[in-house]
């Protein structure tokens, strides 16, 4: 009997001994798959990876497509082109190619390549009527199979910024073209990316496999998930649980979780916490051009201008991690250094600015009239984003202080986009193209049926302000340039269509021994390939 017992007890601690060894196999399996792997929260699908259209995921296409040249805080460098040359003229530049590229699919990368795609997002120039060089580009020339050039109908200094961008200069294997165009959709979605586009599932994730032949050595992490999950607590208690390690402020310029949610992961000792500098400005974006609303004048816009308190939003709101912003573009930003006039927060010159121009106060609580009108709007937000709508509300108290009813509709971002571009809003939230691509693009589009153009076109000088913009974007003359940018940025703070809020920077909590973490010049785009665990 004493024997049995035992061989019971060691054939208990060998199984609980081969248990613990499971148990450590499985830990050990789980830490190595962390080491190699990332899997970023986002809140809407990656949707449509055709490089050459909007719909996409800015990130996501950023880790499979790339351009001629890239954007960086020294300036712009060569990227699929080793190096490139400018006629005197500046019409044309001469770009000479890497030669040991090849599209995910094995399709070799050549001057025939660039043509092709450039051509095609050319063909479709309507489409891109935002950026300007669209507009410039005349012809695309095969000088070889590693040298192409780009011929411009006339000098246009934005050209390789406007290159470098996410989207529509970037390229595409030719076999995923159908009968030659990608205007109407694609076959595949082959780059000459760091990562390869693997698996799609709608609305649940998308992943991202490393390109082990990427010609600039193949990143160090192996696979990159983006799992389509709700903001806020959801993703907050997937980061707890590690069903998600990563996440980001999108191109929405929105954050999946808050600062305090942040903040306690932060502090229990697993994640980290890095912020970029100043890369944007966001903003409300008021519709000069709808003439049946109040929002038309010139005086109501300044009034919320005035009535805002962005300091409070900076601390409260942003706890700081978002500076007041009081221009349309930050200090360190080309051409910005303005002088304009200031507007700090200040109710008692808002409501002095309403009453001088009519709009007069009923009881409290109540919307100021003009002529049987009242004076309301409704202000939109991306549902999506915690901040914008607690931004929002905020900003529905303050202003209704000053006898403004302001409705708030939270909608999401692609529903706020299409209402930009159609013209069917009072104000919603937005933000600046960000550094490095400012001030140029973000002033383009003010003339862009897709972006602004309803946001500027009601003003009194509209047609002074676009003949500025045309001249600024050929001037050659940096000095001339100086003085039409500080017209154009006069003029729009004046007619106050651009509302500022706070500076924005790119957010980004990861695991605690991710190490490589940087920004690029840009708010829509990380260097996943740069990134590895400690």
Same mark, same amino acid.
């Given at each position: 009997m004493k024997r049995k017992s035992v061989i019971l007890w060691m054939f208990l601690c060998t199984m609980a001994l081969l248990a613990a060894c499971g148990e450590t196999n499985q830990e050990n399996k789980a830490a190595s798959a962390v080491r190699d792997e990332l899997i970023y929260a986002t809140a809407k699908d990656i949707h449509d990876m055709n490089p050459h259209l909007y719909t996409g995921s800015m990130p996501a296409q950023g880790m499979v497509y790339e351009s001629l040249v890239e954007n960086t805080k020294e300036g712009i460098k060569p990227l699929l082109a080793e190096s490139w040359d400018?006629?005197?003229?500046?019409?044309?530049?001469? %770009?000479?190619?890497?030669?040991?590229?090849?599209?995910?699919?094995?399709?070799?990368?050549?001057?025939?390549?660039?043509?092709? =795609?450039?051509?095609? &997002?050319?063909?479709?120039?309507?489409?891109?009527?935002?950026?300007?060089? *669209?507009s410039k580009i005349k012809n &695309?020339?095969?000088?070889?199979?590693?040298?192409?050039?780009?011929?411009?109908?006339?000098?246009?200094?934005?050209?390789? @910024?406007?290159?470098?961008?996410? #989207?529509?200069?970037?390229?595409?294997?030719?076999?995923? %073209?159908?009968?030659?165009?990608?205007?109407?959709?694609? =076959?595949?979605?082959?780059?000459?990316?760091?990562?390869? !586009?693997?698996?799609?599932?709608?609305?649940?994730?998308?992943? !991202?496999?490393? =390109?082990?032949?990427?010609? =600039?050595?193949?990143?160090?992490?192996?696979?990159?998930?983006?799992? @389509?999950?709700?903001?806020?607590?959801?993703? !907050?208690?997937?980061?707890?649980?590690?069903?998600?390690? %990563?996440? !980001?402020?999108?191109? #929405?310029?929105?954050? *999946?979780?808050?600062? +305090?949610?942040?903040?306690?992961? &932060?502090?229990?000792?697993?994640? +980290?916490? &890095? #912020?970029?500098?100043?890369?944007?400005?966001?903003?409300? @974006?008021?519709?000069? *051009?709808? *003439?049946d609303s109040p929002v038309s004048e010139t005086a109501v816009r300044e009034a919320i201008w005035y009535a805002i308190d962005r300091e409070t939003i900076s601390k409260d709101i942003f706890e700081g991690t978002e500076a007041e912003a009081n221009r349309l573009f930050s200090s360190n930003v080309n051409?910005?250094?303005?002088?304009?006039?200031? #507007?700090?927060?200040?109710?008692?010159?808002?409501?002095?600015?309403?009453?001088?121009?009519?709009?007069?106060?009923?009881?409290?609580?109540?919307?100021?009239?003009?002529?049987?009108? +009242?004076?309301?709007?409704?202000?939109?937000?991306?549902?999506?984003?915690?901040?914008?709508?607690?931004?929002?509300?905020?900003?529905?108290?303050?202003l209704m202080q000053i006898g403004i009813k302001l409705d708030i509709i939270g909608e999401e971002s692609s529903s706020i986009a299409n209402r930009r571009s159609t013209g069917e809003y009072e104000l919603l939230f937005n933000q600046t193209w960000g550094l490095a691509y400012d001030p140029q693009s973000t002033i383009a589009a003010f003339t862009s049926e897709a972006s602004y153009l309803h946001t500027t076109k009601g003003i009194a000088e509209a047609d002074h302000l676009y003949d500025r913009i045309r001249q600024v974007m050929v001037s050659t003359d940096e000095e001339a340039r100086k003085a039409l940018y500080a017209e154009i940025m006069r003029t729009v703070h004046d007619e106050a269509v651009f509302i500022p809020i706070s500076s924005g920077s790119v957010t980004v909590l990861a695991p605690k021994n991710l190490k490589g973490i940087t920004f690029k010049q840009t708010q829509f785009e990380l260097p996943f390939e740069q990134m590895y665990f400690e």
């Open positions: 400018l006629s005197e003229d500046g019409r044309t530049y001469t %770009f000479h190619l890497r030669k040991d590229v090849k599209f995910h699919d094995g399709e070799p990368f050549n001057a025939e390549a660039v043509k092709l =795609n450039i051509d095609a &997002v050319q063909r479709n120039a309507e489409k891109h009527a935002w950026i300007k060089l *669209s &695309v020339k095969v000088v070889d199979e590693y040298n192409v050039q780009l011929i411009l109908s006339e000098a246009y200094y934005p050209t390789l @910024v406007e290159l470098s961008m996410t #989207r529509p200069y970037v390229f595409l294997s030719p076999k995923d %073209f159908i009968q030659g165009e990608t205007k109407d959709g694609v =076959n595949g979605h082959n780059g000459t990316g760091p990562y390869k !586009f693997t698996e799609h599932k709608i609305d649940e994730y998308a992943v !991202f496999t490393a =390109n082990e032949e990427y010609w =600039n050595g193949p990143p160090k992490i192996k696979k990159i998930t983006a799992k @389509v999950l709700p903001a806020g607590e959801t993703t !907050f208690l997937a980061m707890q649980k590690g069903e998600v390690n %990563f996440v !980001f402020t999108d191109d #929405r310029g929105a954050d *999946s979780i808050d600062v +305090q949610a942040m903040n306690q992961l &932060v502090d229990a000792g697993t994640y +980290q916490l &890095v #912020r970029s500098e100043a890369m944007n400005t966001k903003m409300i @974006v008021a519709n000069s *051009s709808k *003439s051409y910005a250094d303005v002088e304009l006039k200031e #507007r700090g927060h200040d109710p008692g010159a808002a409501e002095l600015i309403l009453e001088q121009a009519g709009w007069k106060k009923g009881s409290v609580d109540e919307a100021r009239t003009k002529s049987g009108q +009242q004076l309301a709007m409704n202000l939109y937000y991306d549902s999506n984003s915690s901040s914008q709508k607690t931004q929002a509300e905020y900003i529905q108290h303050a």
